[in-house]
């Protein structure tokens, strides 16, 4: 495997993201959103984990106090990836956690589904968030991605103004992705930190800014960081 182009330091942002090898699907039903979701909290610990259910209701019941690795700031999950916007809290801290969540559900996805080998490909991508301008763009881009499921073509074609309204419904609707607790929901308070990002868009509000976004959607503001 080829090393990365940068340390994950401690104290920086990183989206950080990958796909099931060869393109499969990694999730094929809600049963392994929740797990992955489920993951996204229990394997948040610098504790080891012996019983994976039994942590997740301890931290969803408040009867346990994890030593965080990482602030999860926005998420995202699809059929064959996910997308995560990390901020590294420990030493080693990303590694650790991404180690920890892809080989835990990979583990489960295996046993559930009579398969041996690898589920993802290769190691996590990550890309340092070095700009404020890419902070602004980053959350919107990860929560922007459900579209592909019912606009294959929006990254290439964008959004009909006819379209928009019904994609910002589509969106807030979508169980599978941090958005709905940024438009006031409270899902996934036990998964995230939301605090940065509020902070960010203090003046009018993180859901406001991102359906303003999409009704003046411009590809070319955020072609820099369409990654897949």
């Known amino acids: 495997m080829s090393e990365r182009k940068h340390n994950l330091a401690h104290g920086n942002i990183y989206h950080v993201y990958n796909r ?47 030593k965080s690795l ?10 064959n990836h996910y997308h995560l916007l990390l901020k590294q809290k420990a030493e080693h801290g ?22 041996v080998g690898p ?6 991508k990550s890309v340092l968030i070095k700009q404020d301008s890419q902070f602004l ?6 929560h ?26 589509f969106l807030r609707k979508y169980e599978w992705s941090s958005y709905s607790d ?8 036990v998964v995230l930190n939301k605090n940065l990002i509020i902070e960010r868009f203090a003046e009018d509000g993180y859901d406001k800014d991102f359906t303003d976004f999409i009704k003046d959607l411009d590809l070319g503001e955020i072609s820099d960081i369409l990654l897949e």
């Open 182 to 189: 940024y438009a006031g929901s409270d899902n996934y308070g």
């Open 137 to 142: 763009y980053i959350p919107h881009y990860i």
């Open 20 to 66: 099931g090898v060869e393109k499969r699907d990694v999730f094929s039903n809600n049963r392994d959103y929740l797990r992955f979701i489920k993951g996204l909290a229990a394997f948040n610990d610098s504790n080891l984990v012996f019983n994976f259910e039994k942590r997740f209701q301890d931290i969803f019941n408040g009867s346990h106090e994890r």
């Open 70 to 79: 990482v602030d999860i700031l926005a998420f995202c999950l699809m059929p």
């Open 94 to 115: 990303i590694t650790e956690f991404m180690r920890k969540l892809a080989g835990g559900y990979t583990n489960y996805f295996n046993l559930k589904n009579n398969r």
């Open 144 to 169: 922007l991605n459900p579209l592909d499921l019912i606009y294959p073509n929006w990254r290439k074609n964008g959004i009909n103004s006819n379209n928009k309204k019904q994609a910002i419904n």
């Open 119 to 124: 589920l993802f490909q290769g190691k996590f």
